[in-house]
């Protein structure tokens, strides 16, 4: 299955996915260039007839410098600050590429121009700057979304249905997620971004906030938003001469009543990986890439199967996000900020439980 996320697989239909004329470009801004994820976006977006890329905001003028030569950012629609950007530019919504530490200063910005955000995950570097993000929201009455890689996969969404929906493998029992690649400098990402990444006040940490936080959105999601119990994590430095000031290795466990998740988040997997397993009472599923899933239920033979595409306006995080805005859909799920609240919960406490090797109860 070719992977559909970004502005790559968008057509011109309304966004309830209904037939009809097409709506009109969504006015996005775009606040920072310092997340790798920036190139991504960039080279998806010119293909997109449903959104115009109305301003894009980046301080470091060596970064924007490089986007404008390699990314064909037009010059005239890019800002020294975000608030010029949003005062002069109008856009309908903002996409977030800053730091981490950087979206509550983009929240705080948007929310008082009531302007829409979608940030990269995770939501915050910790629960002062969350619960700081969701006053911002309340106050004036907008939404806030998170956007993961994992969201748009149709293996998640397909393990979800039979877990959830078709309740095919009884009771959740254990959950286990594994998520990360060899680590950013082994990949080779933007200097910008090794740099924030690398630094545990902008990141919240290393490996632990980086991938930690793709296990804890799906399993809040799969809890139906429930906070664990309590929270464990053992932290690692492998590799000290590469990551000196955060952790390149996390495990984390979470507790529920009557569940248990196992979170392995890492900058040392040989290959790269984003993969689920769901064990139930009667059942599992274990989802292999962005569509194939290995399902075993009672008194069968496992089977090898590929989950269906997933429906429109959930099969794009820009299709998503401009379903938001227009109001034909609400926030839910793994992109809303409730689940994002608790994730960044579960992260503080692994950080915290990491520190002192003990277990960290939540209310």
Known sequence: MQRRTFLGSMTAVAMSGAAGPPAPPLRLGMAGLVHGHAAGFLGRYRNSKEV????VAEPDRGVAARYVKDSRIDPDRLHPSLEAMLDRAKPEAVV??????????????????????????????GVEQARAIERAAAGAGIPVLVNYETTWYPSNRAAYALAKEEKALGEIRKVVVHDGHRGPK?????????DWLT??????????????CYGANLMTWLMDDA??????????????ETYPRVDDEATI????????????????????????????????VLTVGLGGLRVRLAGKAEEHRQAPPLPPPEDDFLRYLAAVVRGTIKPSGLSSLRNNLIVVEILDAARRSAATGRAVQLG
């Open 227 to 240: 906070r664990p119990t309590s929270v464990t994590a053992v932290t690692r430095q492998f590799k000290p």
């Open 186 to 194: 082994e990949i080779g990402v933007q200097p910008e971004f090794l």
């Open 96 to 125: 977030a590429f800053t730091s981490t530490a950087g979206h509550l200063g983009v929240v705080e910005a948007c929310a008082a121009r009531k302007i829409p955000v979608m940030m990269e995950k995770p939501l915050a570097v």
């Open 199 to 212: 630094d545990p006040e902008r990141n919240g940490a290393g490996a632990l906030f980086d991938f930690g």
């Open 52 to 55: 115009d890329l109305v301003g």
């Open 253 to 284: 466990l979470l507790e529920y009543p009557g569940a248990q998740a196992i979170l392995q988040a890492s900058w040392n997997w040989p290959f790269d990986r984003k993969d689920m397993e769901v064990y139930g009472r009667t059942g599992q």
